[in-house]
């Protein structure tokens, strides 16, 4: 299906742009065609590839499990665990992106639908936050009362340590 | 089907065009590419796929948003999340993103039974997913943790209303007869952990009743029906329990006795909000998976396979993020 159009695609100055496309038409279904010539296919994927890709998420996974594990040194500090999580999810999601769902090898249109729905997602969230985020901020005192806070945690752990209660017969 | 956008223009060049006067002088110009260089279908996915990237950064972001607003939010073991199987939930959608994958190369290499045997491997995979989700589910319900009550037995804080909550309960007809029942019953038919629970029990039932009740009274009351575990990755199981590490509920399933959970409402509508739409997502990428099963999956077939694996790495991708969010921050 290739062969009749791509000298001619080379002749013509306009024509050399759908013969760029036609190399990338052979990238995405180089496998099928049974060129020889092409060897394009490998570099695209190839099983070894994704196999790499697989392992890296494997081990990706382990160190957000890391957090949760008692070897995690920052303990204390909750915000260097969820920065964290947070950069490995997003090398998590490239990964799969670009190599799982082939974006890598993808033309231009890729930027036009990922990067727009991306700045939506963010701005999403970012026009949450004056009135969802913040709506503890200004509450009135009733609501406030009824509100559970980190105190009712502590009092409840406190209520665990108490032993208020006799057990008589739990020998 | 595998021809690509580019290949449809040039087979309608052949036929629709015709050879003959369409050839000289529009022939080259007709191999311009009118469209997006990937096949119909393809884009379509894509352009579904941008809508769904919204629909999650919505309800993802709102869950941020919601969570870091809050004034308490519960600890991932207060609201009995286990994290190891969250991580093992991962590593079965890593794997079936894999297969997908591996499937899609063999049909592409026209190995049509691999390929089936990849697509066979992710369905199951997928079905594994969603048991051990379903798993959870149960071990949430069997606490009392439901989006919303009446199911939900959730309360915020051992407040005045957690003690009334706790009186009605105990004040219904079923549970004062099983009560009883459970009061007459001889010493040498419960185990110990039942006798010193029967004991404790008789004493919150005291405690809500009586009219000098302290307000830290609830609380003991609101850590004997269900404390909050302090299970931490550091490995301390069951210590500060006060000699407990199971409440009252867990021991007299029929109780079913209001708990606390500071923060655990929202937790629970954001929890079950974020895992059922992707549990909806995992079951339709299942019945496309069932479908498939029934082609030959040769490499005319190959563009389907890329659809449903596209839609399923997006799967994919969410639970990546749900993940740590909801089961480590």
């Not at chain 1, 392992?55 to 957090?67: H, R, W, Y």
């Not at chain 2, 952990?193 to 009274?217: C, H, W, Y």
């Not at chain 2, 006060?242 to 006795?257: E, Y």
């Not at chain 2, 990428?285 to 479908?291: E, K, M, N, R, S």
Request: net charge negative.
């Amino acid at each position: 299906m290739s062969d009749h159009d791509v000298p001619s695609a080379h002749a013509h100055g306009p024509i050399t742009r759908v013969g760029e496309i036609r190399d990338h038409d052979d990238h995405e279904h180089g496998g099928h065609g049974g060129h020889g010539d092409h060897d394009s296919h490998a570099s695209h994927g190839g099983i070894g590839k994704y196999l790499l890709v697989f392992v890296a998420l494997c081990g990706l996974t382990t160190m957000s499990f890391l957090t949760y594990s008692p070897y995690w040194p920052w303990r204390d500090q909750p915000h260097v665990g969820w920065a964290f999580m947070m950069a490995v999810s997003c090398t998590k999601a490239l990964l799969v992106v670009l190599f799982f769902m082939h974006v890598f090898w993808e033309a231009n249109w890729k930027y036009v639908l990922t990067i727009p729905a991306a700045m939506m997602a963010i701005f999403l969230a970012l026009m949450l936050v004056p009135d969802v985020g913040m709506r503890n901020r200004m509450v009135s005192q009733e609501r406030a009362l009824h509100m559970a806070r980190g105190s009712d945690v502590r009092l409840m752990e406190q209520a665990a340590e108490a032993k208020v209660l006799t057990e008589p017969e739990a020998h | 089907m595998n021809a690509s956008a580019i290949s449809i223009p040039h087979d309608h060049d052949g036929h629709s065009a015709g050879h003959d006067d369409g050839h000289g002088h529009h022939g080259p110009v007709l191999q311009y590419q009118p469209g997006l260089p990937l096949s119909r279908g393809k884009l379509i996915m894509w352009l579904f796929l941008s809508t769904e990237i919204m629909f999650f950064a919505a309800l993802l972001g709102s869950y941020v948003v919601l969570r870091f607003g809050a004034p308490v939010w519960p600890k991932p073991h207060h609201v009995h999340l286990s994290e190891p199987i969250g991580a093992f939930n991962t590593f079965v959608l890593i794997c079936s993103s894999v297969t997908i994958v591996l499937a899609l190369e063999f049909a592409r290499a026209n190995k049509s039974s691999i390929a089936k045997f990849w697509i066979l491997l992710t369905l199951l995979l997928g079905i594994l997913f969603l048991g051990v989700k379903g798993y959870e589910y149960q071990a949430k319900f069997a606490h009392g943790i439901f989006p919303q009550s009446p199911r939900s037995r959730i309360y915020e804080k051992p407040d005045l209303y957690y003690g009334s909550a706790v009186r009605a309960r105990l004040g219904e007809p079923a549970i004062i007869d099983k009560l009883k029942e459970l009061d007459d019953t001889p010493a040498d038919q419960l185990s110990a952990e039942q006798i010193a629970a029967r004991g404790r029990l008789q004493q919150i039932r005291k405690m809500v009743a009586s009219p000098e009740q302290q307000a830290f009274d609830l609380a003991v009351v609101a850590d004997q029906v269900m404390p909050l575990p302090t299970e931490g990755p550091g490995g301390s199981h069951d210590g500060g329990h006060g000699g407990h590490a199971t409440g009252l509920n867990d021991i007299f399933p029929w109780l079913r006795l209001p708990a606390v959970i500071p923060g655990g409402n929202m937790w629970a509508s954001t929890y079950f909000l974020l895992t059922g739409f992707h549990a909806v997502h995992v079951l339709v990428g299942l019945i496309v998976f069932t479908i498939l099963m029934f082609y030959k999956l040769g490499p005319k077939q190959a563009g389907k396979i890329e659809n449903a694996g596209l839609y399923w790495h997006f799967v994919d991708l969410v639970w990546i993020f749900l993940f740590p969010l909801l089961y480590l921050f």
